[in-house]
């Protein structure tokens, strides 16, 4: 190609100028002399100068554009073969019909591949990659990015994979990873409790199996151990060490059981972990969050934060019962002021409440009463399970009760709403007024679930007593005035601990039984309270054939009810109750209909804990009472998950116990 001269293209636009001005110029006086005439002869002859110049300047332009596409061809043609990154092209059918020398050389080997299927010659499926996605495998014991890209011409089409080796990437990506610091927060469970009465001595030699119990269990992971506080401790350790732990269950959890108290009682522990936050402080955060939550949910068990919510590793055992005197005191004080600063007080359980939820609620009502604050009762009169007790509140307290619709209308800012009985959001009577509640107070016993009420002013929260009702009525008993309570108040709030306590046979404590002589002594009458739990004889009828259709499936007893039966969540409840006292039945399971929702009452004696069993089919509960609702399947295909969640407890069970090698 010729190249050329700048200047011949000035030299013609100058020229071309010259003679246009010049020709101007002249054409006013001397258009008729013959120098005009050579003038516009000049601008006439710059002009094809000029044009002559254009036209050599655009086929030279053609002629480099075309020589450029054709080298580009043939490099296009001849560097995918050379290049250091793995190539391969598929057919339609994933076979494949070309790649280059790194993919022979670094992916299959250096055998022949023409003409065999993908997947037979690696362990990747490219119909699980995307047009112009990517994906990260391992191939020979090195990382890789497969990357696809598809072409489509007329009929043909063809998938190009790419393989871009990571190796050190990804090595270097789990190295930051396994090394990042992770906080662990422990807590002995219930430490005044566990050691009141104790001598000195008795008390630093447990502290000290329990410091020669972190020694060893820490020993070769460079953690940093170190105390907060008498039951407190701090535990910074890199995330490979606490996935370790976690993948081993948290065997601290079990190895502390061993360490006795008094000779008789084993110590437990609570463990929050953060390991998911982008800063230490975030960690440490994370790890409150963590360690609230496992003393939420009773104790002796690991909490991690995670993205999706919250792991959690233990709670097997039934825990200490324990109660903070103080605390509850000041909790209880700081509720009459509350109360006494809003001008509405709105008392609210969960759905389908109890004798419990709507008892707790009485005694919240005549601590308003006490307090000179107006209040309501929130209930769903036609879903209640305690209909005899809400016909006497009716009897009562006239006009008290009111629907959760009218509740919505009334409810204010300055009002404040208490709610008993439950700590879900998932399960709260309504929930709509729960958010438009701006001052809230939870009181509850069960253990925390990840959707907790999370917005409170006052949380009273201890899941070692029996009942809600057995907290309200630990709160009465500071006020002055708890000598006024009149006896329908406590025959509620004992009517609320007799159910939760099956008749004061589970879950009590000392405490509860110094709530039921308090309530005693106000009056409450057990013929009276006792009325409250009857039952129609066609009830009884369901209650017994349940019982009778039980079949034992390893140390379980488990039922089904497949008919729609009014009162069926009392009956269940209460056959589930029964099966307990079979010879050989640790836990025992009622699958029913109610409504539109395939539903289990759960039991258990303390050895098995129904919490997460349920928890695992998206319920919970207590440790021993707990129960599930599902609209996504029926009662039988409820059963069959129930079987497979058992199936799995025990495994991790016999694992957790096995001995080790």
Known sequence: MQARKPWRLLAAMGLLVLSALCAI??????????????????????LIWLLLELTAIRSNALRYFAQMNTTLTRTMQTVPEYMPIPMVILNSRHEIV????????????????????LQSVLPLRPDVIGDGESLETEIGGRQYRVSRTDYNRKEHHAELLSFEDITGYVTLRRTYMESR?????????????LFKGTRQSERASVLAALELLFDRLLDGTESIFC??????????????????????HFPLLDEVRKIMV???????????????????????????????MALGRGGDQAAIKTENGYTFYGGVSKGIEHRNKAKNRAIARDLHKLMLRCGHVYIMGHRASDLD?????????????????????????????????????????PGCMISPEVA?????????????????????????????????????HHRQMVNYLDNTSIKLHD?????????????IQFFDWRDQMPQFTAEALLSGIMLDTKNFVMQTGVYTFEAAAFLRERGADPIQVKTLFAESLDAYRHRSRLVADAELYGRYAITVETEQLPDIRIIASQAADELLGVEGVAASFVVYMSGQQASISARSLGQVNVQLIMERLGGGGHHIMAATQRKDCDVQALRSELIRVLDETDAELEAQTAPSD
Request: net charge negative.
């Open 408 to 444: 919505r209308e009334r409810i204010t800012d300055s009002d404040l709403l208490v709610i008993v009985d439950t700590f879900s959001k998932d399960i709260v009577e309504d929930v709509e007024l729960y958010y438009l509640a701006k001052h809230v107070v939870v009181i509850d």
């Open 98 to 117: 070309w790649y280059n020398d790194a993919f022979a050389d670094s992916i299959s080997g250096g055998a022949e591949l023409f003409g065999k299927q």
């Open 463 to 475: 899941p070692y007593a029996s009942s809600a009702a057995e907290l309200v009525t630990g709160m």
């Open 357 to 397: 939820a709507v008892g707790a609620a009485v005694g919240v009502a005549f601590i308003a009463e006490q307090s000179g604050v107006p209040y309501n009762i929130v209930i769903r009169t036609e879903t209640t399970l305690a209909k005899l007790l809400t016909d006497r509140i009716e009897q009562e307290l």
């Open 25 to 46: 110029l002249l054409a006013h006086a001397y258009w008729h002399s013959i120098l005009f005439w050579l003038t516009v002869l000049m601008f006439i002859g710059s």
């Open 227 to 248: 105390h907060l506080d008498e039951d407190r401790f701090l535990v910074l350790t890199e995330a490979k060490h606490c996935l370790e732990m976690e993948r081993a």
């Open 262 to 292: 008094h000779g008789k009682t084993g110590m437990t522990l609570s463990i929050g972990v953060g390991r998911s936050g982008e800063t230490f402080a975030q960690n440490e955060a994370f790890a409150q969050q963590s360690l609230d």
């Open 181 to 193: 610091l992770c906080v662990l927060l422990i807590v002995i469970d219930n430490y005044e409790d």
